[in-house]
């Protein structure tokens, strides 16, 4: 074995004598017999730092063998609450599911904002405030509507979820979903639009879509949108409009 194969060895946590022989492989009756000394006389050659295998890091496999193992709306909360997602070490809260009535209306918006993240309240703050004026304006209020979010931890800054922090947070809005079975979701903003309801805003703001659970998902701005540019009330009233239709008529 040459100088360069033996440093790479010793790197690597393995030591060997120069005559190459395993020290684990040494025969020897004294089970307690310290390892010999790493031989230093060879020109060149200085001890290499220990590897420590490191942690295998969470995957969308383990997201979704712990949301599958819940049985029901509490259980799934508990599981969000002690999975381990990347987010967890800058965010302030973790943001639960609200839960309303099951089999009616779910609403799905993206990250939680600022006011979510001080007090772990879905849809706090003016954004909060304006969905309420929504729902009240279809006969609804916030105690018989579920809303989740795509993610359950603020990003840094607020800044967009990477395609991995989605991925790690998707099962359990997935299996919230299952477990509440609305009739329709609302997707507010782009994202939600996009990963829930396959649909582009602008351009597909208000086309309902049919989900695989057999819910009607209906893609609209989200509330701080309409905050901004209050013309497109007016767009989304038309969607609630058609919500509201839904929610009466399980035909549609």
């Known amino acids: 074995m040459n100088i360069d194969a033996l440093r790479d060895l010793e790197r690597a946590g393995v030591r060997w004598e120069l005559g190459e022989t ?3 492989a040494r025969t020897s009756t004294a089970t307690n017999a310290p390892s010999p000394a790493m031989t230093t006389d060879v020109p060149g050659m ?3 730092p220990t590897v420590v295998p490191a942690c ?11 949301a599958n193992a819940a049985t029901d709306i509490n259980a799934l909360a508990a599981a969000i609450g002690a999975f381990n997602h990347p987010l967890r070490t800058t965010a302030g809260h973790v ?7 099951p089999g009616g209306l779910m609403i799905i918006t993206d990250t939680p904002g600022a006011e979510d993240d001080a007090t772990g309240r879905i849809l706090s703050g003016p954004a909060g405030d304006m969905m309420d004026k929504m729902m009240a304006a279809i006969g609804l209020g916030r105690d018989v509507v579920s809303i989740v979010p795509l993610v359950f931890w603020r990003t840094p800054g607020g800044r967009t979820p990477t395609r991995e922090e989605l991925d790690l947070a998707h099962p359990f809005v997935a299996r919230a979903i299952d477990l509440i079975g609305p009739r329709v979701i609302l ?10 309801a396959g649909r582009s805003l602008p351009r597909e703001h208000g086309m309902a879509t049919q989900l695989p659970s057999g819910a009607l998902a209906m893609p609209i701005f989200h509330p ?5 540019k209050p013309d497109a009330k007016r767009d989304v009233w038309t969607a609630l409009q058609s919500v509201q239709n839904m929610l009466k008529d399980p035909e549609k």
């Open 187 to 196: 997707t507010l903003g782009t994202l939600p639009a996009s990963e829930i």
């Open 22 to 24: 395993p020290v684990g």
């Open 95 to 101: 943001v639960l599911p609200h839960v309303g009535t």
């Open 56 to 66: 295998a890091p969470i995957t969308p496999p383990d997201a979704q063998m712990a």
């Open 46 to 48: 200085r001890p290499g």
């Open 224 to 228: 701080n949108y309409l905050l901004l």
